[in-house]
Each structure stands twice: as C-alpha cells, then as structure tokens.
C-alpha cells in the first residue's frame, strides 16, 4: 500500500498512518512523506515509534520537510530516500507560555513547561551530535536559528 502524509505533523497525520496500517494487513506500506508546515513533536515521536517498531514500512521524502519533520527524517530507522528538489528545515522546538506583564510565567504548568523545554533542547543537542549535521549545522541550531538543508545535504542525512 502506497500512503501520502503531507502537511502538519499533527494527530490527523498519525491517525491515517495507523489507519492505513491497520488496513493493510500484511503487505507492506510505502509512505509519502512532506511537512511544510512542521508540526507537534509529540505526534513526531508518536510516528517514528510507530515506523520504527515495524518492519515493513519505508518512506520517500520530497517537497519541503521541515521542523517536525526532520525529526521524522533524522530519527527512522526504516529504509528511505530523499526526492529530488527536496529541502529541509531544523530547529528546536517551540511551545507557547503564558507570562505576566513582568515577564514572569504565569502558572505552575508554564514554569515546569519551561525547565522541561531547556532540558528537551540538551537532549536534541546530544542527539544531534550523533547524526551527520556538521559542526556549523549544530552551532546555528545551538544559537536558535532556522537551518535549512538543501537537496544534497538531506542526502547526506540519511
């Protein structure tokens, strides 16, 4: 079976990956996979343990794949390839907080969301240390930059 994600990386996405897998049986499932938009991380590691704990599933990566998305490229270990004119986007990810006019969070979830947040991004860094981004790859992520990718260096990626 042939499926297209395309779009956010969000609940919708991961509900027609686990539908469509459910309907296949046991054939095999090629995904089409693009992400303009990024998406939740949540749902991107949703997906890659889904992928990643079956055997018979392979992506194509094409148009733009970008934030979740490349988490989705960097962390699956099935087999995969990159269409051409294909590009890429990293950076960390983002929540949104709400804060007081003194610039102080508002609420006991903003303040734990915010430690937990400097703790995902050493976590992202020390994954990121063990892919093929280059030392200036890891730097700009580091100083909170959007990096883009181009064709032949998403090749190099995976």
């Given at each position: ?20 897998y459910n309907d ?6 090629h995904i ?127």
């Amino acid at each position: 079976m042939i499926l297209n994600l395309s779009g956010e990386v969000g609940y919708e996405m991961l509900n027609a990956l686990i539908k469509a897998y459910n309907d296949i049986k046991e054939e095999e499932l090629h995904i089409y996979f693009s992400s303009p938009e990024g998406g939740l991380t949540d749902v991107a590691e949703a997906i890659i343990d889904f992928i990643n704990s079956r055997n018979k599933i392979s992506l194509t990566f094409y148009g733009e794949v970008f934030s979740a998305g490349m988490v989705i490229l960097l962390k699956t270990t099935c087999p995969k390839k990159i269409l051409p004119d294909t590009r890429g986007m990293f950076h960390f990810s983002w929540q949104e907080l709400t804060i007081s006019e003194g610039g102080k969070p508002n609420g006991a979830y903003d303040i734990f969301s915010m430690k937990e947040m400097k703790e995902s991004k050493i976590r992202t860094i020390e994954y990121l240390k063990n892919t093929k981004m280059t030392e200036k790859d890891l730097k700009g992520i580091k100083n909170g930059k959007d990096i883009f990718f181009s064709y032949s260096r998403m090749q190099e990626l995976i």
